[in-house]
């Protein structure tokens, strides 16, 4: 028996993964499939991947009083998430914040995640669309923000790994004719497009085809209304994968269930039947070789002196209502940092890695939003289907980027739900209540009245999502505030974040063209920006009064780059400052464009396995031997040991090769 | 209130003084093997109402369970009703591929329950039920494994003998199948449009797929996913789901229903004999709405909003009938369509059975009012 002192909870595995969410789960499902030994680590529980733990959140949600992305999943103080409840706005300007994200920039970063197995991707509303071409060199075009260091074609085939992995339903014709984006021949979605809301119609019949102008002087952009593709289960398209087609994957914990969408409008926070795509579907067709491990905090990675990664520590906690936790360590040949993009910035931060180029936390992206809402002439019967079905995809990029960022309009299906908390703001207000518990209630209505007056409000509702690029900026940063920690003792993030006149002129813009479309709707405009609880986004620019809203698509805290001068990790997400780890997710984004990044995050993090593999395949291969006394010079045809090898196509590995200059040429394969 | 518990012993009849002397009857075909084209539409078109016959009585134990509670018998019953959908689609299928043509929007369709159960020799009520022990007792009746019925011109079945059962009804449709493609040839036996069929790209959201049929091959499967999904495959609990569509195996129907009226459900090496030995099943049998099995819209005052409910769904069910004619008559993506009206029949029947029953004798003895599946054509056609 080795006498060699081991940790308590020692183990060791070929990679370990943290994070369970989107970017984890498929880097361990390609690398279990490959064979190897994966550990995922996850800070959060492991509710949800049983059909008992599905409906205890569904009925948490049912009776949450503010149905907010996390309300169906439970506060877990040992691994705590950001809230959108954390944040209020103060009476004048200006916002206060009370949660787990500390914040000290000019505006507050309005978006929170979630900390639990499947991550955030459990509340995402589950649009997929592809980054646009010129979106992956928005520095060298436009003139702002940071290139990547890869292009659409690098990532193109991984775009569609990611589109079969999620199972997007969408039409390809209409993406690339409506969008230019760039699709192989014949290529098709594996699942028809989510079919187009009866608002959808309505928007189209008033705005395909016409002209508008976001400002004075700029160029003419057409409307056009375009179906969004989703990761959601829809009709399967018998023409994908050359005619084999595709099965719908369903739900998780209950056999024989789950199905395609059905329209229960409550896709953000959670999906009842489990039509929309979350990363429980990816684990449950985990190979054995990945071993998940929940409640366990990874609090640093351990690394030797010459910058290998040699593993990490862990707080193992039992109970999520009690602070008691055990330290643990786990050893892996290679650990991937996959815990979003705040996290992973915050763990590089706490062991003091990757910092060469100072990049480590900067860079903090997110799509800020802009709401406009109103009344159309007509019911459109809003909360019907996903959030939102189609959009308005002609202002996504253009000239007019020097200028303003560029924005993707989404059309809510779902009323004035994100603006003003409808319908339940509309019943509260039709009873009476105010928001002030201290005055007395106005006169209420009740019965068939309520019934009449919340159906003839609510069926005309409307409202536009206005999702603008955020250009990578170095001053939006997460730094670590050691003199504030989490139940755990680990240091909270501190976040600073504030917009750049970039955004706020393409919120300007937005606006802009969303008078037009009101205009051509003949919808009565109801949008007002002013401070209060309900705006902590709220902002004045250009002697105008604006409210911002965070999307849910923090990014850019590790970028990724072709200089370990300039950027934290390479075009494979790898630490530039250390060749065994890696940081995957949103936080590698250079730019984000105007797309809902989860679909790009997936394909980067497909592409990343397959390096990932290669490594390790590379870690495992003995050096070759020599015969000891060669001769001088080359032997036509086989000669002892080496002859009968296979020849060597491998990149150069990270470790380095012995004498490369004794290695004969990969590109002369003997072929006899 | 006394706690209901379901009696394990379970060959005798429920009681059904709660019920009219005269049952309506399903009208069946002739006992003897389908002997030509016209014949076996005759027969699939039977198995079509059979199968849709089905449906009503465990849709009103779903929905009587009240909303939140009893959650493991909502997604068994939920389950099981979602793959009789299925199998009235297949059905819909081979019928079509064969040259019939379905027949479900008319009033002929829907016979009116409390039905006797057909091909069947014991005079046995089917009824509207609240979810509970009389409930289930009819459910595995209808889905009882019947080991034993050749079809009827096998030696061992007198010619005067009569339908003894379902599954031997099934088994003679596929006897007549085989005996006509053997007759006529597969081409010309098969020579229905193909542009009627129902395939995956229409309907999947439980147990098994929706596939064309185009043949004696696939139209032996569809018999067999219909009778195995009931019954069970090889005498044991499972259907042949793993076999059939690579997926997972699930105690078949008949078993299903069975671990609710145990309590227990069946563990992997569980046999129909050991009966069920693995964890508790949860049911309060007290959590559950209960109604009149005899009800009829008529019986609900003209003019009360309890009677203007149940027209209302007997209307929406005529809809929903009608929808699915036409998606099984050359319109297959019509099929979709039926999910939403689905959702307005469970809405409807819900605000139902939430209400307590008009008759006050009745809502003294804590029935509520209910769906009646009397199909209100007059205002939707067909």
């Known amino acids: 028996m080795s006498t060699a002192p081991r940790p308590a909870g020692h183990c060791r595995y070929d990679v370990i993964v943290v994070g369970a969410g989107l970017a984890g789960t498929l880097v361990a499902k390609e690398l279990g499939d490959e064979g190897w030994r994966v550990l995922v680590l996850e800070a959060g529980t492991d509710t949800l991947s049983t059909w008992p733990g599905h409906l205890d959140a569904l009925d948490t949600y049912y009776t949450a009083t503010a149905k907010v992305p996390n309300s169906p999943y439970r506060p877990n103080p040992d691994a705590p998430s950001p809230d959108l409840l954390d944040l209020e706005g103060l009476p004048d300007g200006g916002y206060r914040t009370h949660g787990y994200l500390l914040q000290n920039g000019p505006l507050p970063y309005g978006t929170d995640y979630l900390r639990s197995n499947g991550g955030t991707t459990l509340h995402w509303l589950g649009l997929t669309p592809r980054m646009l071409p010129e979106d992956f060199a928005v520095r060298s075009t436009f003139g702002y923000g940071k290139d990547w260091p890869i292009s659409y074609a690098d990532l193109e085939a991984h775009y569609r790994a990611a589109e079969r992995e999620l199972g997007v339903a969408g039409d390809t014709a209409e993406q690339a004719e409506a969008l230019g984006l760039p699709f192989p021949a014949g290529y098709v979605y594996p699942m028809r497009e989510i079919p187009r809301s009866h608002l959808d119609h309505v928007v189209a019949a008033a705005v395909d085809g016409v002209r508008v102008k976001d400002s004075a002087g700029a160029p003419d952009t057409t409307l056009r209304v375009v179906t969004t593709p989703h990761a959601r289960n829809s009709t399967p398209n018998p023409h994908y994968d050359e005619g084999r087609g595709y099965r719908p994957v369903g739900a998780v914990g209950l056999p024989d269930y789950g199905e395609r969408c059905v329209g229960n409008a409550s896709c953000v926070p959670i999906c009842p039947v489990q039509a929309k795509y979350t990363p429980l579907k990816t684990q449950a067709r985990w190979d054995h070789r990945v071993t998940l491990v929940t409640h366990a905090v990874v609090s640093r990675v351990l690394t030797h002196d010459d910058g290998r990664a040699l593993g990490v520590e862990y707080l193992a906690y039992d109970d999520p209502a009690a602070a008691a936790h055990t330290v643990r360590t786990a050893e892996a040949d290679i650990v991937v940092l996959a815990a979003h993009a705040v996290e992973n910035a915050k763990l590089l931060l706490l062991s003091g890695l990757a910092g060469r180029s100072g990049q480590v936390g900067r860079n903090l992206m997110d799509h800020p939003v802009l709401l406009t809402w109103g009344l159309l002439p007509g019911p459109t019967g809003p909360f019907r289907g996903p959030a939102s079905t189609s959009g308005l995809e002609g202002f996504r990029t253009g000239p007019a980027r020097r200028n303003r960022a560029p924005f993707r309009v989404e059309i809510s299906n779902w009323g004035w739900n994100w603006p003003t908390g409808a319908p339940s703001s509309d019943v509260a207000r039709l009873l009476g209540i105010t928001g002030d518990s201290g005055q007395p209630r106005g006169k209420p209505l009740f019965g068939r009245e309520l019934r009449t007056a919340l159906g003839d409000g609510i069926g005309r509702q409307f409202s536009l999502q206005f999702a603008l690029e955020q250009g990578a900026e170095s001053r939006n940063r997460v730094t670590l505030d050691p003199s504030r920690r989490d139940r755990l003792g680990i240091p909270q993030p501190l976040l600073t974040y504030d917009l750049s006149d970039h955004v706020k002129r393409g919120m300007v813009a937005a606006k802009a063209v969303s008078d037009r479309i009101f205009g051509l709707l003949g919808a009565e405009d109801r949008t007002a920006y002013g401070p209060g609880p309900f705006s902590p986004g709220y902002f004045r620019f250009e002697g105008g009064d604006w409210v911002f809203h965070g999307a849910g698509h923090g990014a850019g805290t590790h970028v990724m780059g072709d200089s370990r001068d300039t950027s934290v990790v390479d075009p494979w997400q790898r630490c530039w400052d250390h060749p065994n780890l890696y940081a995957v997710g949103c936080g590698s984004m250079p730019s984000v464009g105007t797309s809902n990044p989860s679909l790009t995050l997936a394909a980067l993090a497909l592409r990343s396995s397959e390096q990932i593999h290669r490594d390790l395949t590379a870690l495992h291969r003995p050096v070759r031997v020599r015969p000891a006394h060669a001769p001088v010079t080359a032997v036509p045809g086989p000669t002892g040991p080496l002859g009968s090898s296979p020849p060597d196509t491998s990149p150069p590995t990270p470790a380095g090769g012995s004498g490369a200059g004794a290695v004969p040429s990969p590109a002369t394969p003997r072929t006899s | ?382």
């Open chain 2, 1 to 382: 209130m006394a706690t209901v518990h379901p009696s394990v012993a379970h060959d005798g009849h429920p009681d059904d003084t709660d019920l009219p002397e005269q049952l309506a009857l399903v009208e069946e075909p002739p006992f003897r093997v389908p002997r030509d084209r016209a014949d076996l539409h005759v027969f699939l078109q039977a198995a079509l109402t059979l199968e849709h016959l089905t449906i009503p009585p465990y849709l009103t134990a779903m929905y009587t369970l009240r909303p939140g509670t009893n959650r493991p018998a909502f997604y068994e019953i939920r389950a099981v009703v979602l793959e009789e959908m299925l199998h009235m689609a297949l059905v819909a299928n081979v019928l079509n591929a064969v040259g019939g043509s379905p027949l479900v929007a008319h009033s002929r369709f829907v016979t009116g329950y409390p039905v006797r159960l057909p091909y069947s020799k014991e005079r046995f009520p089917v009824a509207l039920r609240h979810f509970g022990e009389k409930a289930l007792e009819t459910f595995l009746r209808i889905e009882r494994p019947e080991y034993v019925a050749e079809p009827p011109g096998h030696p061992s079945v007198a010619d005067d003998e009569g339908w003894t059962s379902i599954g031997q009804f099934y088994r003679t449709i596929g006897t007549g199948l085989v005996r006509l493609t053997e007759e006529l040839g597969e081409e010309e036996l098969f020579r229905g449009d193909p542009r009627r069929q129902l395939g995956p790209e229409h309907f999947y959201n439980s147990g098994g797929e929706l596939f064309p049929v185009t043949g004696l091959a696939s139209a032996l499967e569809a018999l067999r996913v219909i009778t195995e999904q009931g019954e069970g495959v090889d005498r044991t609990v499972f259907d042949s789901d793993d076999r059939l569509f690579g997926e997972a195996r699930e105690p078949a129907h008949y078993f299903r229903f069975d671990e609710l009226r145990r309590e227990r459900a069946y563990g992997p090496y569980d046999t129909p004999a050991s009966g069920p030995t693995g964890p508790a099943v949860e049911v309060d049998w007290e959590a559950v709405d209960r109604i009149d099995p005899a009800a009829k819209a008529a019986h609900f005052p003209e003019g009360s909003a309890v009677r203007h409910a149940a027209d209302c769904f007997n209307e929406a069910y005529a809809g929903l009938l009608c929808l699915l004619e036409r998606a099984f008559t050359g319109e297959p993506e019509r099929l979709g369509q039926t999910v939403p009206m689905m959702a307005e029949l469970r809405r409807l029947a819900e605000g139902l059975y939430r209400n307590p029953h008009p008759d006050p004798a009745k809502r003294s003895r804590g029935l509520h009012a209910s769906a009646t599946y009397e199909p209100l054509f007059t205002r939707v056609g067909p």
